[in-house]
Each structure stands twice: as C-alpha cells, then as structure tokens.
C-alpha cells in the first residue's frame, strides 16, 4: 500500500525528472495533488488498483472456502473505482463481467488474445505468499487462479506466481540471495513441468543473481530488466530491488520509486517483497501517516494481513 502510494504520485515520469524535483520520497509525499490526465488531479495519499485488487485478493483468500476465479472477478468488479487507474484490459474485464454471465471466462481474451501479459496479476499476489506460504504448490495454483481472471498468458502467471513465491520466501526468512533465487528458480520449475516455455523468467533470475552479485544498483539493472508495465519486466525489476537492500525498507521502496516507469506497481511488489521478509515496525511511520484512504486505512490492512498470515499457519486452505 505504501509503495503504491508513493508510486502513484509519480507514475510514468522518467527516472531524471523524479530525481531531478525529489529530493527523496517524502518530497513527493509533501505534495497534496498532482496534476492526472483523467480526472486533472490526484490527491497524493490514495493508491491505485494495485492496492485495491490486492485487498480483492485478501478477502478472497480469507474465507478459506474453495477459491475459483468466478469468486475472484466478482471481488475485483465489487471493488471496482475506475478513478483508481486501471489498466484497459482489466478495466474491459470487469466492465464487461455482469453482462457476460456464463461466457465470464471468454473476457480474459477479449483485448488481448493470447491473454495480457501485464503486470496486473503480479501486482496483487502478494496476499497469496502470505496465506500459503508453508504450502508451494498451492500457492503456484492459487496463484494461476488469482491471474488467469485478468491475465491467462504464460508470463503473466509465471509472474504472479514467481511474486507470490517470492513473498512466501521473504516471510519465511529466506533471503540470502543465493538461496532465495535457487528456490524461485525451483518454483519457475513447476511451470516448465506442466510444458510451459520458462525461458524469459530462467535469464531474469540469472541476471538479478549476477547484478546482485557484482553489487550493481538497480538504477543500472533496470536497463537489462525493465521498468514497464510487462510482467516479465516489473516481477525482477521489484525483486532486484528487494534482493539489492534487504535490510532497509525505505533503501529497497525508494530505489523502485526513483526507477521510473511503473513506479506504483514496482513500488507496490518491492513494499510487499521488503515488508514480508523485515515486518512492519521496518515501514517507516510518516509514510504510513500519508495514507489518506477512508475504508483501508494502515491499521485495517494490517489486520487483514495478520489475519491471512495466522490461517496460513494453520494451513486450513482447501482449494478447488
Ligand atoms: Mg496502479
């Protein structure tokens, strides 16, 4: 929630104008609005649909009952503020799905068909690698549920699922980055055993593990890895910024912020990537403060999260 806030204040600027106006992040959390193409203004302090659909995704998984993406569309059209800058694929999607009634699956192609490989399903799978973070293989197919909804290409629930796994890993104190990438590379596995090509994601890994070896800052690997709106771009880029300062929430958030380009989303994965693997006392207090959202203020995602977490550790997911 955080990283979106902040991202969203500077969503699609290059990285030299933000480095040039900000001095740091909370330079751009000092802003009341900022100038929007669709409505003239954002008020700085609400997310975006990365955070709401991530919220979708939580109280989806909450209930522990049988998950299925019909359940899951029908969070994601409840929550819909289309103020919130979706994407126009999804934006389609859930404009489309009262109207679809039995043929709701169809909508996921309807842009796009081969499916979108965006970013959005990544961007909200946070939740799942904090609900099943004991249990990888429900996680993977939780995870391809949770995308398909929005985004059934290949590197789209790749990505969903390299993120969720990526979180689950944090939680569980796994981030040396050796190991943290071994086991996500274990992860991407899966994909390939089911016959998917998992070559895009195999040379991701093996160029954060080199960057990351070589110390090189994320402002340089963006150029191999990407800051755009592709999955295949923002689930490294969010990852590298994790992997680059894994003890400082604010270093890893504010290096993903000054990148540029999708600076909500990578904001948004790289917080819930930080904030799994170092907790919330590490998220620092003013920035909380500027979340200026009514329904789901700090303290109530807070719940939520530590709600998932306990269920996950009890294990008492079903799945369908
Ligand atoms: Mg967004």
């Not at 030299?16 to 900000?22: E, L, S, V």
């Not at 909370?26 to 991530?54: C, H, N, Y």
Request: proline share 5%; glycine share 10%; charged share 20%.
């Amino acid at each position: 929630m955080v990283g979106d806030v902040i991202g969203a204040a500077v969503e699609a600027e290059s990285p030299g104008y933000i480095r040039k106006t900000f001095q740091s992040l909370d330079d751009i959390l000092a802003l009341k609005s900022v100038p929007e193409l669709i409505t003239g203004e954002w008020e700085v302090g609400r997310f975006t649909d990365d955070t709401q659909m991530t919220l979708a995704v939580a109280e989806w998984l909450a209930p522990g009952d049988a998950l299925n993406g019909k359940a899951l569309l029908t969070r994601f059209v409840q929550r819909y503020e289309p103020w919130r800058h979706y994407g126009p694929g999804t934006r389609l999607i859930l404009e489309s799905f009262h109207g679809a009634r039995d043929n709701w699956q169809a909508l996921a192609t309807a842009m796009f068909p081969q499916g979108s490989y965006g970013n959005g399903s990544a961007m909200r799978a946070a939740p799942i690698g904090l609900f099943l973070h004991n249990d990888m293989l429900a996680l993977l197919e939780i995870a391809r549920t949770s995308s398909v909804v929005t985004h059934s290409h290949q590197l789209a629930i790749q990505g969903a699922g390299l993120q969720a796994t990526a979180v689950a890993l944090a939680i569980r104190g796994v981030y040396e980055p050796t190991q943290f990438l071994r086991l996500l590379s274990v992860a991407l596995a899966h994909f390939a055993e089911l016959g998917e090509d998992t070559s895009v994601y195999k040379t991701a890994i093996a160029r954060i593990s080199a960057g990351i070896s070589k110390r090189v800052p994320p402002s340089k690997m963006v150029q191999l890895l990407g800051n755009g709106i592709k999955a295949q771009e923002a689930v490294p880029t969010a990852i590298y910024c994790f992997l680059a300062a894994p003890n400082s929430f604010e270093k890893a958030v504010e290096s993903a912020i000054l990148l540029g380009g999708d600076t909500d989303t990578i904001g948004c994965m790289t917080g819930a990537l930080s904030g799994a693997a170092l907790g919330e006392n590490e998220i620092p207090e003013r920035w909380l403060r500027r979340v200026t959202e009514p329904e789901f203020t700090p303290d109530k995602v807070r719940q939520l999260a530590l709600d998932l977490f306990r269920k996950g550790q009890k294990r008492n997911f079903k799945g369908s």
